[in-house]
Every structure is written in structure tokens, then in C-alpha cells.
Antibody, heavy 120, light 107 residues
Framework: QVQLQESGPGLVKPSETLSLTCTVS??????????WSWIRQPPGKGLEWIGY???????NYNPSLKSRVTISADTSKNQFSLKLSSVTAADTAVYFC????????????WGQGILVTVSS | SYELTQPLSVSLALGQTAKITCGGN??????VHWYQQKPGQAPVLVIY???KRPSGIPERFSGSNSGNTATLTISRAQAGDEADYYC??????????FGGGTKLTVL
């Protein structure tokens, strides 16, 4: 059974960089069958796709966040990570990591989510 | 960029049938997926590729997709179906797109 677990600081100061890690068990981030993704949800609002990493190297990002986002993978730890720079209060959200299938493009497994608050 | 439009809310009585729509330009040509999200929880996939149910999802959940509208249908609605529902597609120009979400209330 595939499991994903987010980890990282719950509080980040404005203008700093938000850094989160997703640890995967029961599956490999090196697999060519999946897009390993980050999705966020501001309090009381809808889901926003941030980006994904594929086969541990190829990435694609939401155009609205592209200039501030970096997603990378550490295959030795079976983890993938998110960095979001120059954060503001508008980046306060629950951040989910999730796995999407390449063939059918749906998200079949999600982490529980982690709330990150941007505040001084 | 590609956009998906959902009604903000749908209300119905216990036992009735709920239909939640997801509108998008020529959405019928895309694979549409649906997620259920309860408060404080991660989304759960309930329908993928327009009409397929993952294992463990009741048969009461079904989906259809044609033209400019995809529809999630929940038959014999139960109190436990109260949740937010999101549609999602993968678009060639913008990759992942989510609808704005629909709050389902079962009275």
C-alpha cells in the first residue's frame, strides 16, 4: 500500500523560502508510471496544483507559481521536495503531496497534508 | 489557460440523487476525475476517467462526460456523503486543473 507523508516547518516568515518534503513508502519516486506532485489548499478555499516531478528529474510547474517553485527528488531516501521562495501571507495553505498516474492522470494517493502558515 | 466551473453548492434531501456538474470547453474530449474531501482530510478519489470507480467506492457514485459538461451523480445520498467535491482534468497547455469545488449538503 502506497503511503505519502509530508514534513517540514509549520511556520515560515514572509520573504523566506518554504521547504517541505514528502516521504513515499510502498512505491518508488523513480517510477516512470507516476507524476509525484504538490498541491495546496488555502484555508476555506479550493485545490491548487503546484507542480510535479517525473522519473526523478523532469519537472513541470503551475505557470502562476513557476518563478518561485522548485521540486526535486532524493531517490536514495525515496523522497521528493518542494521549495517555494519569497513567500507571503497568500502562500498560507495546507500543502499536500500526491501521486498521479501517467496513463490516466488522476491522483490516486495523497498525503494527509501539512498546514504552513506564513507570518512574522 | 483551461478552466473548470462547478456550482458552489448543491443541497438535497436524504435519499435523493445529487448531480454535481463540471463545465469546461470541450471537456468531453478529456479524462475527468472527481474527488471527495471532508473537513480536515485529504481528498479521496471517487471517480476517474469520467466514470470508473476505484475499489472501495460505493456503486452509488457514478460519472458521465460529454460535450462541455461532466457530471458526478450520487444516488440515494447519505449523511456521510456531505463533503466538498472537486473535478480535475489534465490539460495539454496547463497540465493539472481543478474545478473550484462544490459543497454538497444532505438535509
Amino acid at each position: 500500500q502506497v503511503q505519502l507523508q509530508e514534513s517540514g516547518p509549520g511556520l515560515v516568515k514572509p520573504s523566506e523560502t518554504l521547504s517541505l518534503t514528502c516521504t513515499v513508502s510502498g512505491g518508488s519516486v523513480s517510477s516512470g508510471s507516476y507524476y509525484w506532485s504538490w498541491i495546496r489548499q488555502p484555508p476555506g478555499k479550493g485545490l491548487e496544483w503546484i507542480g510535479y516531478i517525473y522519473q526523478s528529474g523532469s519537472t513541470n510547474y503551475n505557470p502562476s507559481l513557476k518563478s518561485r517553485v522548485t521540486i526535486s527528488a532524493d531517490t536514495s531516501k525515496n523522497q521528493f521536495s518542494l521549495k517555494l521562495s519569497s513567500v507571503t501571507a497568500a502562500d498560507t495553505a495546507v500543502y499536500f503531496c500526491a501521486r498521479a498516474t501517467v496513463v490516466t492522470t488522476h491522483f490516486d494517493h495523497w498525503g494527509q497534508g501539512i498546514l504552513v502558515t506564513v507570518s512574522s | 489557460s483551461y478552466e473548470l466551473t462547478q456550482p458552489l453548492s448543491v443541497s438535497l434531501a436524504l435519499g435523493q440523487t445529487a448531480k454535481i456538474t463540471c463545465g469546461g470547453n470541450d471537456i468531453g474530449s478529456k479524462n475527468v476525475h472527481w474527488y471527495q474531501q471532508k473537513p480536515g482530510q485529504a481528498p479521496v478519489l471517487v471517480i476517474y476517467r469520467d466514470s470508473k470507480r476505484p475499489s472501495g467506492i460505493p456503486e452509488r457514485f457514478s460519472g458521465s462526460n460529454s460535450g462541455n459538461t461532466a457530471t458526478l451523480t450520487i444516488s440515494r445520498a447519505q449523511a456521510g456523503d456531505e463533503a466538498d467535491y472537486y473535478c480535475q482534468v489534465w490539460d495539454s497547455s496547463t497540465d493539472v486543473v481543478f474545478g473550484g469545488g462544490t459543497k454538497l449538503t444532505v438535509l
